[in-house]
């Protein structure tokens, strides 16, 4: 699968990585940029991320077109996108949250709804820019696509080629579906890191506690300085699956609580252990 022209709407870790994963394997031939800074997309050229910047017009010509900016764009994005584009442009995503974005496209693509592929790389960093971007950030790594019932089969199969160019390996998922399963493993775990930073930064003594703040504390709390704008974006766009999830972490943290505070043993072991069967069994 060779693509003659790909345009990128955000050219940072996510979009990054995917053109020069592909410029590596040689399955694109050239790449444009889009963006609103304009230094930005200056240094992903000089990166080699993208060959030049491109306006909407331009970019609506290319073959294949990857949305990779905040969810909560989505539909702005594509109203600007979608005079122009060409028959036969294929468009795809990389967004966090599934539902969300096939409504805004719906609303926004009209009649070439057919040739949008919502797609989700489960694949990331703290990090973030057009210098985080690197060429192995896909490889062995999962991207779900969730098409619907009007999604071109051969739009489908083209983007499916493309991430699979790029290392990664393609599965397919209900849109729904996905925002559940996502809202528990990847939303909640932001969330959570995010909440107990805000929590000890917002003590007077703040400071001390990160000080002395171990490799255990950073493992956990490292995604926490992901893009605020992203996790807000993805917050709100999956409220109704994400507001589930916290309200069953809370009351697994109020059984913990209540089994510290009891001083039960086996309450706790049972509990310290389930990691310990998933890992046996999963």
Same mark, same amino acid.
């Given at each position: 699968m060779i693509v003659d022209r790909l345009a990128l709407v955000g050219t940072g870790l996510i979009g990054g990585s995917f053109a020069l994963a592909l410029k590596q394997v040689g399955a694109v031939r050239e790449v444009l940029g889009v963006g609103r800074d304009p230094a930005r997309l200056t240094v992903a050229r000089e990166l080699g991320l993208i060959d030049r910047a491109a306006d909407w017009a331009e970019a609506g010509q290319a073959d294949c077109i990857l949305l990779a900016m905040p969810v909560g764009e989505t539909e702005a994005v594509l109203n600007k996108l979608a005079p122009h584009l060409k028959a036969g442009a294929i468009v795809t995503d990389a967004g966090s949250t599934k539902a969300n974005v096939v409504e805004a496209a719906r609303a926004a693509l009209g009649t070439r709804f057919a040739d949008f592929v919502p797609g989700h790389p489960i694949a990331g960093s703290e990090q973030s820019g057009p210098g985080a971007a690197r060429a192995d950030l896909y490889q062995g790594k999962r991207v779900v696509l969730t098409p619907q019932d009007e999604t071109r089969a051969d739009a489908v199969a083209t983007v499916r080629a493309l991430w699979e160019a790029a290392g990664a390996q393609v599965e397919t998922l209900e849109a729904a579906q996905h925002d559940?399963? &996502?809202?528990?493993?990847?939303?909640?775990?932001? !969330?959570?890191? &995010?909440? !107990?930073?805000?929590?000890?930064?917002?003590?007077?003594?703040?400071?001390? #506690? #990160?000080?002395?703040?171990?490799?255990? #504390? /950073?493992? #956990?709390?490292?995604?926490?300085?992901?893009?605020?704008?992203?996790? /807000?974006?993805?917050?709100?766009?999956? /409220?109704?699956?994400?507001?589930?999830?916290?309200?069953?972490?809370?009351?697994?943290?109020?059984?913990?609580?209540?089994?510290?505070?009891?001083?039960?043993?086996?309450?706790?072991?049972?509990i310290f252990r389930a990691p310990v069967r998933h890992a046996n069994t999963g």
């Amino acid at each position: 699968m060779i693509v003659d022209r790909l345009a990128l709407v955000g050219t940072g870790l996510i979009g990054g990585s995917f053109a020069l994963a592909l410029k590596q394997v040689g399955a694109v031939r050239e790449v444009l940029g889009v963006g609103r800074d304009p230094a930005r997309l200056t240094v992903a050229r000089e990166l080699g991320l993208i060959d030049r910047a491109a306006d909407w017009a331009e970019a609506g010509q290319a073959d294949c077109i990857l949305l990779a900016m905040p969810v909560g764009e989505t539909e702005a994005v594509l109203n600007k996108l979608a005079p122009h584009l060409k028959a036969g442009a294929i468009v795809t995503d990389a967004g966090s949250t599934k539902a969300n974005v096939v409504e805004a496209a719906r609303a926004a693509l009209g009649t070439r709804f057919a040739d949008f592929v919502p797609g989700h790389p489960i694949a990331g960093s703290e990090q973030s820019g057009p210098g985080a971007a690197r060429a192995d950030l896909y490889q062995g790594k999962r991207v779900v696509l969730t098409p619907q019932d009007e999604t071109r089969a051969d739009a489908v199969a083209t983007v499916r080629a493309l991430w699979e160019a790029a290392g990664a390996q393609v599965e397919t998922l209900e849109a729904a579906q996905h925002d559940r399963i &996502f809202a528990a493993v990847s939303h909640l775990p932001h !969330l959570a890191a &995010f909440a !107990l930073v805000d929590d000890l930064a917002q003590r007077a003594d703040g400071d001390t #506690f #990160f000080r002395f703040a171990a490799s255990g #504390f /950073r493992d #956990f709390t490292r995604i926490a300085g992901s893009s605020p704008e992203m996790w /807000r974006d993805i917050a709100l766009a999956n /409220r109704e699956a994400l507001v589930a999830e916290l309200d069953a972490y809370l009351d697994a943290l109020q059984t913990l609580r209540q089994a510290v505070d009891a001083g039960d043993a086996d309450a706790l072991l049972k509990i310290f252990r389930a990691p310990v069967r998933h890992a046996n069994t999963g």
